[in-house]
């Protein structure tokens, strides 16, 4: 059963709850009022997920884009700045020789493309690897900024690749990653809040059904209403 559908069953529950005479169970946390206060908590946590999910999702999406996708990209502007080192060192240069040696690295890294929103050992696995990949990319654009810095004379035609703008964008790459993995903690704590909620539920609710059999009787028709209510 989805978290959605309990929310429904519980509801379903409080409808029921409303129409039984001198309903008053000994805690209030079961009485109509303070039922009630807790199926909102329960719908504003399923909200809470699904916000969390797309916030997650859109910036996974924004990294992606980021990294590897369009004229702007990471992947395009390493290999853009490799050119702009040819152009001015020489394709036979030392230059040329060290600024391969960091984009062969990057050639064999793998990032993950798809959000990880669950879960299970494999999927949190795989969200760790494609995290440690990213980590990779934008270390190695790191070594890049890091070894133009140091070359003597480096003047690129195109304001993009001069040494303060690699700077920011370096940066940024950073603030991007660290974002992403912000966004994923939030979406679990805010799934792990949900399912103490539930858990929650279903005590709350076999404390109802107790109270209601014990009161009402076993074969009355209050307790027949709610007694296989499933949660």
């Known amino acids: 059963m989805t978290f959605a559908e309990k929310l429904r069953r519980s509801q379903d529950l409080y409808k029921l709850l409303e129409g039984f005479e001198a309903y008053t169970p000994p805690r209030e946390e079961e009485s109509l009022t303070g039922f009630k206060l807790f199926i909102d908590l329960l719908s504003q946590s399923n909200q809470n997920v699904i916000s969390h999910q797309q916030d997650y999702r859109n910036w996974v999406n924004k990294r992606k884009e980021t990294f590897l996708h369009g004229d702007k990209s990471i992947r395009q502007m390493i290999h853009s700045l490799r050119s702009v080192i040819i152009s001015q060192?020489?394709?036979?240069?030392?230059?040329?020789?060290?600024?391969?040696?960091?984009?062969?690295?990057?050639?064999?890294?793998?990032?993950?493309?798809?959000?990880?929103?669950?879960?299970?050992?494999?999927?949190?696995?795989?969200?760790?690897?494609?995290?440690?990949?990213?980590?990779?990319?934008?270390?190695?654009?790191?070594d890049i900024v890091t070894f133009i810095s140091g070359l003597d004379k480096y003047q690129p035609g195109n304001d993009e690749f001069k040494l303060e703008n690699l700077n920011t964008i370096l940066t940024n790459l950073n603030l991007l990653n660290d974002t992403v993995v912000q966004k994923y903690s939030d979406m679990q704590n805010s799934k792990r809040e949900r399912k103490n909620l539930y858990v929650e539920l279903k005590d709350r609710v076999k404390r109802i059904k107790s109270y209601v059999r014990s009161k009402y009787g076993t074969n009355s028709p209050e307790y027949g209403k709610i007694r296989s209510l499933p949660f």
């Open 89 to 142: 060192y020489g394709a036979n240069s030392k230059e040329k020789a060290q600024i391969d040696t960091i984009v062969n690295a990057i050639r064999y890294t793998k990032v993950s493309l798809t959000s990880q929103e669950n879960q299970t050992p494999d999927q949190v696995k795989s969200y760790t690897l494609g995290n440690q990949s990213y980590g990779t990319y934008t270390k190695s654009f790191h």
